[in-house]
Every structure is written in C-alpha cells, then in structure tokens.
C-alpha cells in the first residue's frame, strides 16, 4: 500500500501539468471568437465579436452570420468585416435588410483556408432599419439583355430579400452588395420608358429617372386597308402608296406620324401597280402606262406605254435613270431607251422563268443597285425557297446574292437600312422571327422578333428605318389587323 499510495502522488502532479500545457497551448494554435450582445435600435442593429486569438492560421476573414433559425452558419445571411482582422472588439453596423418585429440569432465567426470557427450564439429582435434608396443607375437606355449597374444605399445583405422592378417586370439580380445591385434589363417587347425599383423586406425604393428601353418594333397608328396589291416607295424622306384600282395615293411623313390620301394619280392604278424611285423621282407602273412623279409639286409626267398586258409580279425599276419593265408571266425583261422611245429586250434569269410556281415576288433598287426576292411553294414551307437575286446591267447578267437560310416565307416585310437587308415574317409564319442580311459580309444573323405575326405587308425604308404596314395578322388567319408598325435596327 505505501508503494501504491508513492506511485499515485507522482501521477498526479503530472497530470495536473500536462492539463495545464494543454490549457495554455490552445489558444496560441487555434482561432477564438465570441459574439457579443448587440446593441438594438430603431435604424437597425450594431453587432459585436469579441477575437480571443487569431491561432497560427493564415488569411483569416471575421464576419457574422444571421438567420431566423437558431445556429446560423455561412450557408445563412453573412457578412464580412473589411477591417484588417485583429485580436479585441470587432463590430458591424446592419441598417438594412432586416424586418420589424423579427427575430434574429446571430454568430460571430472566423475563417481560415482549413478552418470554420463560429462564436456563440445571441439573438436580437429588430426594432426597424433605413430604407433602401436608388441614388443613380447606368446607362440610362438599351434593349433587353443589356447590363445594369444600380447604385445606391440600404440593399441589404440576403439576395431572397431583394426584389428589382422596371416598371411592372421583375428582373433577375445577378450580383449585390449593400450599395450596389448588378443585373439585366429583362425582356420587353415594346419600347417603353419606366421607373426602377428596389424592394427589400417589403421596403420599397423607385429611382428618379426613368430608364429607356429599346425595342426595335414600335406601332405608329391603325390604318385602313382592305386591298393586297398596294405598290409603294420612298422618296424626300416620306413614303408613298399607290392604292390598287383607285386614282389615289397614301403620302406618309414619318416624322409627324402623318397618313394621308390624295386622289392625284393621272389615271386609274388598276389591280396590280407597280413603282420604284431614286434620289430624284418615282416611277409608276399604272395599268399599261408608265409616269413619272415629282413629290416636290405632285406632278404627274406621262413616259410611256408598256407593250404588254400588265398582271401580278410584274416589276419596275431604274438604274441610271434608264427605266426597265420586268414581267414573270411575259417571262420578259424590257429597258425603256427615252431617247429613241424604243424598247430594247434584255435578259430574264431562267430562275424566273417558272410561273406560275413563283408565288411571290418584290423588286427593290437600293444604291442604284436593284434586288429581287422571290418565293415559291408558298403554301409547302418545308419545300418553299425565298432567294435574293441581284441585277446586274453592264453585262445583262443575274447573279444569286442569298438563299434565306432558315423556314421560308413570302408575303413578309422587307428592308433595306445601312447596307443591311432585313426580312421575315409572312405568310404560315408559326413565330414572329425576324432575319438581317449583311450586304458587305453575305452573312445571315437572327434579330429580335417582331412583337405579332405579320402578313401581306407594304414595306417603306424611309431614313434608317423601316415601315411595315400591315394588312392581315397570320395568328388569327387573315383576319384584318391595319396596322402601320416601325422598325428601327439601332434599338435591337
């Protein structure tokens, strides 16, 4: 027994020692932290953390974590503090994104590149916080999809908690901070000018400048057609439409938004007119006669009498101001010599030469240069086959510009802006797809799809943009629509 009794004596200081290194060496080698009580008021709340040790860690980061839920970790609310980390009282002031009458729990914490160390937990009750306030956002314009930065105050600091409004749209938050809210204008299928605003917590905040959002279709007004075989052209910066079997012409000016109807045409138009212009004048294609039209006066000068019986897809068009007279169904091609009076045969592209299969044809002149588009098997879009074809008169030559790459459809709209050429649309459209064509680079690329499904269209280039007048919407199957809608391209 006093053998046993020695034994026990020795033990226990040793223990008592290693216990107390332990004790001691602890502290030196890990992180410690505690959550203090924080201070509530009526604009929010002052947390605190007491750092014990910062250990033998490297790149530590202190911050709290928050959450209506008891035990709070980084998965919850977070935020850090910027202050460079260090030993003694740490605090962090919350003015927003808390709601009244909540109750929180809180941990202070410490991170390192291996470890997670969380302080004790506390919770408060929020007696109210600052509300959130936009103080600017940019650019102040631009179509869907472009990138927002909004600056301001009271964000908060939980994303579930911020909810961003252009006017009644809600949009997709893709990064925030207290003062700071990056995003997206959302989708719009108009252009439209509204408010900005950010909610949080219930807290509402609207900016004082409206944003303005770009969409390149924008309707004008309601007209009144009830015929299909208009024939118009752009000439002074207006557009000019020729009613079919009237002595009427549409003059519209665009930048009064103004149509209006002038029974000035020297003779009847017949079913089918046809027209084209240049920088000067317009030419006109009424029944089997040819005139010339001056917008400056309304002057009306009589050039000739087409030799043939005038029907559908027959085209008009000048270069050089020398006047040629195309006919699918005479599968002729004809330039008037003013000189001599005389008509000389040119040569029609065999592609055209296959009526009545070409269900569709429009021939425009854009920088003295003239384009055709043609369309067969209208009614089969799976086998239809909508081509741009270009004239080309120093050798009497066709040459294949375009085949539409993608579902084919005639009676659409067609544009020619900036060396651009946009079509799409038309009949047994299933969407609203609208293409652009790139004269300089032959190259096809989607654009933004027309708000409605058009049909049967007068199409105007007047000034950098374009004028659809819209007879039919395919949606409802040719049901009157009589709309007159603008493109613009620069708002895509």
Known sequence: MRHLTLIFIVILP??????????????????YILTNS?????????????????????????GFVWSEEENPDLSDNKVFIDDKVKVGINLF??????????????????????????????????????????????PKFGPSGTNIIIEGKNFGYNLS???VMFGDTKATVDSFSNTKIHLKIPTFNIPIKVLLKVETVGVKALSKDS????????????ISFNEVNYSAFSLESKGYIIEPNTNAILEYDPKINKLVSNNILPVNSGSVPASTSNSTAAYMLLNNTIYKFNPSNNSFTFIATYPFTHYKNDFIFILDDEIYVGSITNETLLKFVQNSNTWVNKKLDSNF?????????????????VYFFTFINADYPSLATFRIFKYLPETDTWELLTTY??????FGVEFFINDKIYVGLGRNNSNNSFFEYDLSTNKWKKFKSAPKRFYNNVSLSIDNKGYAFVLYDEYRRYEF????????PSKN
């Open 14 to 31: 040793l223990l008592f020692l290693s216990c107390q290194k332990d004790a001691e060496v602890s502290p030196k080698d890990y992180p």
């Open 161 to 163: 908690n911020i909810k």
């Open 38 to 62: 924080p201070d509530v008021g009526s604009d929010g709340v002052i947390l605190y953390s007491k750092i014990i040790s910062l250990g033998s860690e490297k790149n530590i980061k202190c």
């Open 93 to 138: 002031e919350m003015n927003s994104g808390l709601e009244v009458g909540t109750n929180y729990y809180v941990r202070a914490f410490l991170l390192t590149d291996k470890l997670q160390v969380f302080g004790n937990q506390v919770n408060f009750k929020c007696m109210g916080c600052r509300p959130p306030e936009i103080l600017n956002f940019e």
């Open 211 to 222: 944003i303005d959002i770009w969409f390149p279709w924008s309707k004008k007004m309601n």
């Open 353 to 369: 030469q296959n009526y009545p299969s070409i269900d569709y044809m429009k021939c425009y002149t854009y920088k003295n240069t």
């Open 405 to 410: 790459p993608f579902t084919n459809y005639g």
């Open 481 to 488: 629509l009589n709309e007159l809608w603008q493109f613009d």
